[in-house]
């Protein structure tokens, strides 16, 4: 069976400290992980690396079977990651980011899409409004349009509940599981942990950078 | 002394320099070596320069400078050609040891740079009678500074050692194209000036005694770069000194 | 979807920036008044003698753009950092290649911009003459400010993730440009009075070569500086 993730030691260092210390496991494509751990645990270090936003210092990283060092170019459009740096600007507004995304994309009919997006999210009726003026909950909604833009192979959610109302937890669990439905493999990074495995198929737990036993 | 005898001299720094590069067990003897070389072809060069050179014709005893002036500059343009060949190779390829070779050469550079400017500075004011002067030498040697000392500044200013390394080296190769730019349009810019009288009439004796002036700064200018470089070498290693990796816990699995 | 090419992913990338000027224009606003404060400075410094005002006109528009320059680069990967912005754009996947592109000519765009309407101002402060070869100024207007945007780009992109950037971007980029303010002074002062020896030719080769030599640089150089290898 085809793989989503295969980490062979993977470590990353950052200065003089490990923040990844040879991690392997796998993932099946289509099947989704829970990735929990506490705060500077390596979450989101190992989320960056899968999203090729950064590379491992030592072993490899494969992701649907790309190196993601060496192939990153034909593995980006088939990943999509929303983190706690949303990748918005500030002073565009929530539809100007997303039909610059949507433009660069290559997204047939860019305005028409982005006007449905943002109605899906709740977000039509501040879709001219500059980011800057938009709550944390909305600033959330606004990255998970731009991961609808396209149709990600692997969906790299870090701490996707935090800052939402429950309206919002609701619809993002229905996205989680429209991902899913599609074939889609869901990396969620989160500390809810209960909320996480009802959501997802495995679990890795991390402890400074490397792999353990879920607590 | 004839002219060539600085270039036997020459062949003998270079090999030991090579020497120094190609195998490991001569690095132990080779730097106290050519420093030791280069002491003794200080001392020499003091007599040559200052009593058996014949004085300048225009400028008198006051052109004696160029002995060490001279060198000085050449000394930093090949510090900072190794420089960007470092800086080349990083991005070709990473790794640690030639970003440490090219911060020693940056700084080594930078040293004899700036003595050359200020011996620049010194010559010009009792023969242009300025100490500053649109000599296009001069103004480039200046503007080289300056970029190297960005260079410099960019890498203490940056924490993260593999950006600090990347960052550098692209600072490294777009100061060093701007050199030859920089000397091209200030002697341009000079040209429609005024044109400054120059010492073009070089005699036999004044070519061996600069050359020799050269090879003294090369075995100085090598010493520094290889102290400089294990120094670099010891901080990155302090710098990047990890707990081991083991291997992952077997429960875990 | 089919993905622009590299020139269709620049125009994005430079209309965004323009968009983003367009919104903050109160920033746009507040650089221009700080390049007409630099003009004015330039004139107070000198004095009130017409005659050297006039002769060293080139040189006070140039420094100026300079000045203003080191700001709106700065300003133009501040907002690049904030969100990491620049990092999404790698991500969406847009080529590095093309983000150096369109920021160059956004840059640019925005420099010459302003030097059109610090044009005006240079007649008011230093009473010179523009109609001498309007269209030849405009040239070297442009090709100085591509110039001074090509290694600024680089630059800036550098300085704004080190600590003390604000120091740190001219104290990288001014060294560089010393060519460029040498040829565009040069250049546009031979537009602005008569050239006997017809000297602004070579001015002008000098300028292309310069951007020609520090746009091919920039592009080689920018993915290596905005993405981790």
């Given at each position: 069976m085809a793989l989503a993730l295969e980490a062979l030691d993977v470590s990353k260092r950052f200065g003089a400290r490990w923040a990844l210390a040879r991690l392997s496991f796998s993932l099946p494509e289509g099947r989704s992980l829970l990735l929990t751990g506490h705060n500077g645990s390596g979450k989101t270090t190992l989320l960056r690396l899968i999203a090729t936003a950064s590379f491992p210092t030592a072993g490899v990283l494969k992701v649907l079977g790309y190196d993601s060092r060496a192939q990153r170019d034909a593995l980006r459009p088939l990943v999509a990651l929303v983190s706690h740096a949303s990748f918005h600007y500030e002073d565009l507004t929530a539809a100007q980011n997303l039909s610059l995304t949507a433009r660069l994309l290559g997204v047939a009919k860019p305005s028409t899409v982005v006007d449905e997006l943002l109605g899906r999210l709740g977000l039509r009726e501040r879709?001219?409004?500059?980011?800057?003026?938009?709550s944390a909950g909305m600033r959330k909604r606004l990255a998970i349009a731009r991961l609808l833009l396209r149709a990600p192979k692997v969906a790299l959610l870090d701490e996707p509940f935090g800052e939402l109302d429950p309206a919002g937890i609701a619809q993002m669990e229905a996205l989680i599981a429209e991902l899913q439905a599609q074939g889609a493999s869901v990396v969620l990074a989160t500390h809810l942990v209960e909320q996480g495995q009802r959501l997802t198929h495995e679990r890795l737990h991390l402890e400074g950078g490397r792999k353990a036993a879920a607590a | 002394m004839t002219p060539t005898l600085p270039l036997v001299v020459l062949a003998l720094v270079v090999a030991g320099i090579v020497a120094h590069v190609t195998s490991p067990a001569a690095r132990r003897w080779v730097s106290p070596a050519v420093g030791a070389l280069g002491v003794l072809m200080l001392a020499a060069l003091w007599y040559l320069g200052l009593f058996w050179a014949p004085p300048e014709q225009y400028m008198s005893d006051v052109g004696r400078i160029l002995y060490v002036h001279v060198p000085h500059v050449w000394m930093a343009l090949l510090a900072f050609t190794l420089n960007v060949g470092c800086a080349v190779a990083y991005l070709t390829k990473k790794s640690w040891v030639t970003d440490a070779l090219a911060e020693a050469a940056a700084e080594v550079g930078v040293y004899f740079g700036a003595v050359g400017v200020l011996m620049g500075s010194i010559w010009a004011r009792p023969t242009w009678g300025v100490w500053w002067d649109w000599d296009p030498r001069l103004i480039s040697t200046t503007v080289m500074l300056l970029a190297y000392v960005g260079y410099l500044a960019l890498r203490s200013f940056t924490d993260d050692p593999e950006r600090r390394a990347t960052w550098s080296a692209a600072a490294a190769i777009l100061s060093y194209v701007s050199l030859p730019i920089v000397w091209f349009s200030v002697r341009w810019w000079n040209s429609l000036h005024q044109v400054q009288s120059n010492p073009s009439t070089v005699d036999k004796p004044m070519v061996a005694v600069l050359r020799w002036g050269a090879v003294t700064m090369l075995c100085f200018l090598f010493v520094f770069i290889v102290k400089r470089y294990e120094l670099a070498r010891s901080r990155q290693t302090a710098a990047l000194e990890l707990p081991p990796l083991e291997a992952p816990r077997p429960e875990a699995a | 979807m089919t993905r622009p090419s590299l020139l269709g992913a620049a125009w994005l990338v430079l209309k965004k920036d323009w968009q983003i000027e367009w919104r903050t224009r109160a920033r746009l606003t507040a650089l221009l008044f700080f390049s007409l404060a630099t003009l004015l400075l330039f004139s107070f410094a000198m004095g009130p003698d017409v005659t050297t005002l006039r002769a060293h006109a080139p040189g006070y528009l140039w420094l100026g753009l300079l000045f203003a320059s080191v700001l709106s680069l700065g300003e133009s990967f501040r907002v690049e950092a904030e969100n990491q912005a620049l990092t999404g754009l790698v991500l969406t996947p847009v080529e590095p290649r093309a983000i150096f592109l369109g920021k160059v000519l956004g840059n640019a765009s925005l420099l010459f911009g302003l030097s059109l309407v610090l044009l005006p101002v240079t007649v008011a402060l230093y009473d010179v003459d523009l109609g001498r070869a309007p269209l030849k100024l405009l040239l070297v207007l442009f090709l100085g400010c591509l110039g001074i945007s090509a290694p600024g780009t680089v630059y800036s992109a550098i300085s704004a993730n080190a600590r003390a950037r604000d120091v740190m971007l001219p104290l990288l980029l001014f060294p560089v440009l010393v060519p460029l303010l040498l040829a565009a002074v040069s250049a546009t002062k031979f537009t602005l009075a008569p050239d006997p020896q017809e000297q602004l030719g070579s001015w002008l080769r000098l300028l292309t070569a310069f951007d020609l030599i520090y746009l091919s640089v920039g592009f080689l150089l920018f993915p290596k500086v905005v993405e981790e290898d």
């Open positions: 879709a001219d409004s500059p980011v800057r003026q938009f | - | -």
